[in-house]
C-alpha cells in the first residue's frame, strides 16, 4: 500500500510528461512539464535519460532547474536517469506569497516527496548553494533514501556575513520595490530567449519572476535553519563529494572545507572558479560522473552482503 497512491497519482498525469529538450525557457513552458502535488502545492521536475540509478539535482536560491541541465543531460549519456526538480517558489513550481511556507526542511521534505512520487528506494542526491544545502537536509530526515551526495558550494557558519550584507538589501528590494522590480520582469520576459547562454537564461528567467512570492522564499530561508548543525553533520555516513571554490564570500571555500573534514565519507574537489561547472564543466562533471559511478556500486556491494548474509543465516 506504501505506493499506491503515488501510482494513482501518476496515472493521472501520465499525459503531461515532455521530454528533456522542451524544457527551455521554463516559465513559458510551465503548463507542459511533468510535476507532483506536495502539500497542495504543484512541483515541477524533468527526466533525463532512463534506468534504475536515479540522481536528483537541485538548483540555487531564486534559480531554476535549468541550471542543471547541461550536467543532468551528462550523466544520462553516461547511462544514469538524472531528475531536475524545481523547490517550492522556484522555477516552475508553484510560488504562494506566505514566507512560512518556505524553509530548508520543508525544501528537503518536498525533496523526499519526489523520491516518494517517483518511487525510488534511494537517489544519489545534489544540488548547488540552496540546492547543496538541501540535500544536507534531506541526509539529516531520511539517511536511508541516499546513495550518495554532490555538494556544490554549500553555505554554512562561514557565510553568515556575506548572506546578510547580499541578501538583506535583496530582500528589501524585492519587499518594498516591488513596481520597480515588475517593471524589470517584464524587461526580462520580453528578451527572445532559446539562443542565449545557459547562465544567462537562467538570470533572466529569475528576473521575470513576480517579486512577491520571491521576497517570500528570501524571508523564509533567511530567518529559520539554513542547515544541519555539526554534530549532525559529523553523523552522516553517506559518501559525499563536496565541490567548493575560492573567492566567492557568500559560498566560502572554508564551509566546503569545514563539511568535507566534518562527514565521515566526505572528498573535497576544489574548482576553479563559481561558474567552472557550468562554463567549462568537462574537468568536473567527469569527476561528478565518477563519484555517481561510485555510489552504485557501493550500493551495489551492500545489497550483495546482505544477501549472503541472509542466505548463510538460513543456513546455520
Not at 522542451?22 to 527526466?47: E, H, I, K, N, W
Not at 537562467?202 to 523564509?220: C, F, I, K, R, T
Not at 559529523?234 to 564570500?249: F, N
Amino acid at each position: 500500500m506504501r505506493w499506491l497512491g503515488t501510482k494513482l497519482y501518476r496515472q493521472s498525469i501520465r499525459g503531461r510528461a515532455v521530454s528533456a529538450q522542451d524544457t527551455r525557457g521554463v516559465y513559458a513552458r510551465r503548463s507542459q512539464m511533468p510535476y507532483f502535488r506536495f502539500d497542495g502545492q504543484r512541483l515541477a521536475y524533468t527526466a533525463y535519460g532512463r534506468g534504475p540509478r536515479t540522481t536528483v539535482l537541485l538548483p540555487g536560491l531564486l534559480l531554476s532547474q535549468t541550471m542543471q541541465r547541461p550536467l543532468a543531460r551528462q550523466l544520462a549519456r553516461r547511462g544514469h536517469r538524472v531528475v531536475t526538480m524545481d523547490p517550492l517558489g522556484h522555477g516552475a513550481s508553484d510560488r504562494p506569497t506566505e514566507s512560512w511556507r518556505y524553509s530548508m526542511v520543508a525544501f528537503g521534505r518536498q525533496t523526499i516527496g519526489l523520491l516518494d512520487h517517483l518511487e525510488l528506494e534511494h537517489a544519489v542526491l545534489g544540488g548547488t548553494s540552496l540546492g547543496a544545502n538541501i540535500t544536507l537536509e534531506v541526509a539529516s530526515q531520511a539517511p536511508g533514501r541516499l546513495a550518495g551526495m554532490v555538494i556544490e558550494m554549500p553555505v554554512l557558519d562561514n557565510a553568515i556575513p556575506a548572506c546578510g550584507a547580499a541578501f538583506t538589501p535583496l530582500l528589501f528590494a524585492l519587499r518594498y520595490g516591488a513596481p520597480a522590480v515588475r517593471a524589470l520582469a517584464r524587461g526580462a520576459r520580453a528578451v527572445p530567449r532559446g539562443r542565449l547562454p545557459l547562465m544567462l537564461d537562467v538570470m533572466l528567467d529569475s528576473l521575470a519572476q513576480d517579486p512577491e512570492p520571491s521576497a517570500a522564499v528570501l524571508s523564509g530561508v533567511l530567518y529559520g535553519r539554513v542547515a544541519p548543525d555539526h554534530e549532525e553533520r559529523c553523523r552522516m555516513e553517506q559518501p559525499a563529494l563536496v565541490i567548493g571554490h575560492p573567492r566567492d564570500p557568500v559560498h566560502p571555500f572554508s564551509d566546503a572545507g569545514m563539511l568535507a573534514s566534518e562527514l565521515p565519507r566526505g572528498t573535497l574537489v576544489t574548482a576553479h572558479s563559481v561558474l567552472e561547472l557550468r562554463v567549462r564543466p568537462r574537468r568536473l562533471t567527469a569527476r561528478i560522473a565518477t563519484f555517481v559511478d561510485d555510489c552504485w556500486a557501493g550500493v551495489a556491494d551492500e545489497a550483495s552482503a546482505a544477501a549472503r548474509a541472509g542466505r548463510h543465516g538460513r543456513t546455520a
